[in-house]
């Protein structure tokens, strides 16, 4: 997707990655046939008098121009891609960044015209260029949109998405000084982190299995204090090359039973995003799942426990998970309880929304994500300013609202032992005159 030629001034291109031995006369008959051209100059050191690589072609028509760089950016100029953008004659625009994108740990077979076509489809593209050296394709290469809008669209949707059976991170552009040590460790990387390979595994038995692939400096397996396997371990290579090799054929091997993940060991500061985002696919992917079988239950005794909650609860049906949200070892007042079938969870709403346990009377509702949650503050906000009169409200509990929390499955949570032994017989209270505000808030 080229720039309209129209938010130009100007009907002059820049045309990059050139040959030394291209001359102003090689490019006229190459870009005459897109219209009439004004003239072609091409960049030379003032000294030697050798081209630096990139000329500008003025054409007497923007039409002209914005045809050129629709039809033969990255086409052939003796042997090598051109790469054509608009001449921006304003540096503070190129120096500001702004729309500008980082993408690395690129396929090898990715060049910069199936990189344009990948991400022309997130806005206009100024520029847009693999970085490559003799040999190739370096792993990384650049994208500048022309609004930071377009550029964070493309961050959004493909960052750590696999591109050419390899998953790229994406980010926006940072200064050279500040970005080439990153591009350094991540494409000449000796540290291999290993995962899911469970107990049973100690130091020599990791070394055993990856010294196949070349001289190692350090193999350790992470322990608990007991001496156990944490399931995790880390081998440092002295050449990149074995890493690499290790990494490609161990990922996904069956050892001990499981499928082990093998990749480069990773800083906090680059993990985190990744681990972000896979938290937030695990939680929406439960939250679509638990629709209409999860409760959120609050106002719960202090003696209430996850057991408890269970036997409070399981008269209604079969329970999936029963949690109490602990701080430590002491209740936070409120909890989940997800049930195996939407009628079952309706049923327990509405018969123990309000009754009392332990003292207390419940507030039971199915559990919200956070954008239905935060639906109803706008309404919420506007009835603040509203007097309530006194003695008008019969049952005037109004438990505090609940965190941005979604009850997870059982396996992934750990349960808390309560304080109390026996459950108090529920009993029912008279229903309130009006429905109890969304706890939801």
Not at 128 to 147: A, I, L, M, Q
Request: glycine share 6%; charged share 25%; net charge positive.
């Amino acid at each position: 997707m080229a720039t309209s030629a129209l938010s130009h001034s100007t009907a002059t291109l820049y045309v990059g990655d050139l040959l030394p031995e291209v001359t102003e006369e090689m490019l006229h008959e190459k870009f005459t046939p897109a219209g009439n051209i004004l003239s072609v100059i091409i960049c030379r050191d003032k000294i030697t008098g050798q081209s630096l690589g990139y000329a500008y072609i003025n054409f007497q028509q923007p039409e002209d121009a914005e045809r050129a760089l629709d039809t033969m950016n990255f086409e052939d100029m003796n042997g090598k891609a051109m790469r054509i953008m608009w001449c921006q004659r304003n540096p503070s625009v190129i120096k500001s960044r702004i729309g500008n994108i980082f993408i690395k740990n690129l396929d090898k077979t990715i060049d910069s015209k199936l990189l344009y076509d990948t991400f022309s489809a997130f806005g206009s593209i100024m520029s847009c260029k693999v970085v490559c050296d003799e040999n190739g394709s370096k792993g990384y290469g650049f994208v500048h949109f022309e609004t930071r809008e377009s550029a964070q669209k493309a961050i959004d949707s493909l960052n750590g998405k696999i591109l050419n059976d390899q998953k790229v991170y994406i980010e926006h552009s940072k200064s050279s000084h500040k970005r080439e040590p990153e591009v350094v460790a991540s494409s000449l990387y000796t540290n291999v982190y290993i995962n899911n390979f469970g107990e049973n595994m100690d130091d020599e038995r990791l070394k055993e299995l990856f010294s196949k692939y070349g001289p190692t400096r350090s193999v350790k397996v992470m322990t608990d204090q007991n001496g156990t396997s944490k399931g995790f371990g880390f081998v440092s290579f002295k050449k990149h090359e074995d890493a690499l090799k290790a990494v490609n054929e161990m990922n996904g091997k069956d050892v001990n039973g499981k499928a082990i993940y093998v990749g480069r060991a990773q800083k906090k500061l680059e993990r985190q995003p990744e681990v972000r985002r896979t938290f937030e696919q695990i939680n929406q992917e439960w939250i679509t799942s638990s629709q209409g079988v999860n409760l959120y239950i609050n106002n719960l005794a202090d003696c209430i426990d996850d057991r408890l909650l269970h036997q409070v609860f399981s008269r209604y049906g079969t329970i999936i998970s029963a949690k109490v949200m602990m701080e430590g070892r002491r209740s936070k007042g409120f909890g989940f309880v997800c049930f195996s079938a939407p009628e079952e969870a309706t049923k327990a709403v509405t018969e123990m929304n309000g009754r009392i346990v332990d003292s207390k009377p419940l507030y039971v509702a199915f559990a919200q994500c956070k954008k239905d949650r935060l639906a109803p503050l706008a309404n919420q906000k506007k009835m603040d300013h509203i007097r309530i009169v006194p003695n008008q409200v019969i049952n005037t509990y109004q438990p505090p609202p609940p965190p941005s929390f979604i009850m997870p499955p059982a396996s992934q949570v750990q349960n808390h032992a309560g304080c109390c032994h026996t459950v108090p017989k529920p009993q029912v209270v008279p229903s309130p005159s009006r429905t109890p505000q969304s706890m939801f808030n």
